[in-house]
């Protein structure tokens, strides 16, 4: 493929963060290369004809919380590449049974008065993360282990973010306030009752309210396409359709950084690890999977409280207790029948995603790791609930069982979408304990995927840090 000498750096994954990595490599004058197994750079952050003709689903995240929230992103001229962020009226809905529904607006004041008596409560809750936002970034976008910079800021935000999802739901009183909480709570796909299961509740509606839940005209490709156009213009090149199954699969470089998952680690340079950091990828726990379906429908989703239709993301499943207990479920190695739902709705917001009158719908639920069931059935009985004539809507049908999303992106091992479970300890140890964790211990041979910290979500961040290691550990 390449000739001896020609690349610095080697990057296996053209995912976010192994696009990340390439950049800031290329960015210190490095001549890099990332390699990627599918024919289309972008891992998780894809857009595929899934249904029918003229209608784009993102086949992996829809909404971009990180998109103007990360340091990453944020520093970046996409938008000189095409990259046109769409902020719908409302981040984020969550209907509840009887007609009403939980709201987020975009500013923390107004979404505190709508929620009435425990509107106090959800302000000082999320107050500080909304206003320390990019100083708090800089502390919690990386390895737990570090000096902080901001230690006052990290320690506001650290507090209730220790707390389980249900002792901050005790704060609150309505059943809106504790639906809205609960929802984005259980996007750590943890059982409420886990210590530090409020970190990512805590970030996502900070952020929200800081900058956002905006969706990419166009769907997520047009990410992937400006990073791409991006790193070109610094002199990386991205080479798709070449899978690296071996080590001498591999160019020659000084540094070679993997957005892959551990297990693809170990198979490719597993001879070039020690025993004991074989051992810790090995011991590595798992995430709960996701089903997804992506659907094309003749019209809108019929909601039975209009308010949720202008959001592009929602979250389904009733009351807090209703969550609870199925996100308890899936940690139990349990198919619970009614599952928490993650909804994203963007044509409704952006017109290019289907043919004109038509729309596009994304969905999943967390299964049990390992589980084979289809949740299709479940999932749709959950739309239907909060929009009756739902199914009359659909024109055609994707389904994207775990194994299915592991065949469209190998980082998804099982249909883990998290790169791995984030409880505590793995957020701590990610792979493993050290100050340093995408270094491998093999000479120029890191690790920068969401396996490592920050983990999952668009942010970019796991790439960043790793290519700063690099640059610290290798090029001086």
Request: aromatic share 8%.
């Amino acid at each position: 493929m390449s000739k001896a000498g020609r690349y610095d750096a080697v990057v296996i994954g053209a995912g976010p963060n192994g696009l990340a990595a390439a950049i800031t490599l290329a960015e210190a004058g490095l001549r890099v290369v990332v390699l990627e197994a599918n024919e289309t750079a972008g891992g998780g952050v894809r857009s595929l004809a899934l249904t029918e003709p003229g209608f784009v689903h993102d086949f992996g995240a829809a909404v971009f919380p990180f998109g103007l929230g990360s340091p990453f992103f944020r520093r970046l001229p996409l938008e000189r590449y095409g990259l046109k962020w769409i902020h719908p009226d409302l981040p984020l809905a969550h209907p509840l049974d009887d007609g009403r529904a939980a709201l987020m607006y975009p500013s923390l004041g107004e979404t505190a008065e709508h929620l009435g008596r425990d509107g106090s409560r959800y302000r000082r809750l999320l107050a500080p993360t909304v206003r320390a936002w990019p100083k708090l970034a800089e502390e919690i976008l990386g390895p737990v282990l570090h000096i902080p910079r901001h230690l006052i800021t990290l320690g506001r935000f650290g507090l209730p973010a220790l707390l389980s999802a249900s002792a901050v739901a005790r704060l609150f009183r309505t059943e809106e306030a504790r639906a809205l909480w609960a929802g984005c709570a259980a996007h750590a796909a943890l059982p409420f009752t886990a210590s530090a299961s409020a970190a990512v509740g805590l970030v996502l509606m900070g952020v929200g309210h800081r900058v956002g839940w905006p969706i990419p005209e166009g769907g997520a490709q047009a990410i992937t396409d400006a990073l791409v156009a991006h790193l070109g213009t610094l002199g990386g090149e991205v080479v798709t359709g070449e899978r690296v199954e071996a080590w001498d699969d591999l160019p020659p470089a000084k540094a070679v950084l993997m957005d892959t998952a551990p297990e693809t680690l170990l198979k490719v340079a597993g001879d070039r690890l020690s025993d004991s950091y074989r051992e810790a990828l090995r011991s590595f726990q798992r995430g709960p999977a996701v089903f997804k379906l992506d659907y094309a429908l003749d019209g809108p989703v019929p909601w039975a409280n209009a308010d949720v239709a202008r959001a592009a993301t929602v979250h389904l499943g009733g009351t807090f207790e209703e969550l609870a207990e199925a996100e308890a479920a899936v940690a139990e190695g349990i198919v619970h029948p009614r599952p928490y739902v993650l909804l994203a709705q963007p044509s409704l917001f952006d017109p290019t995603r289907a043919p004109e009158g038509k729309h596009t719908l994304w969905a999943y639920a967390h299964l049990p790791f390992g589980s084979n069931a289809d949740y299709t059935e479940a999932i749709e009985a959950q739309i239907e609930r909060f929009a009756p004539g739902f199914r009359d809507r659909v024109i055609a049908r994707s389904t994207l069982d775990p194994a299915a999303l592991e065949r469209h992106n190998a980082n998804l091992v099982g249909g883990d979408i998290f790169g791995g479970a984030q409880n505590l300890g793995q957020v701590i140890a990610r792979p493993r304990l050290r100050p340093q964790p995408y270094r491998t211990g093999a000479d120029g041979l890191y690790l920068c995927s969401a396996s490592t910290p920050p983990g999952a979500g668009t942010h970019g961040m796991c790439g960043v840090r790793a290519a700063e290691a690099a640059l610290r550990d290798v090029f001086g």
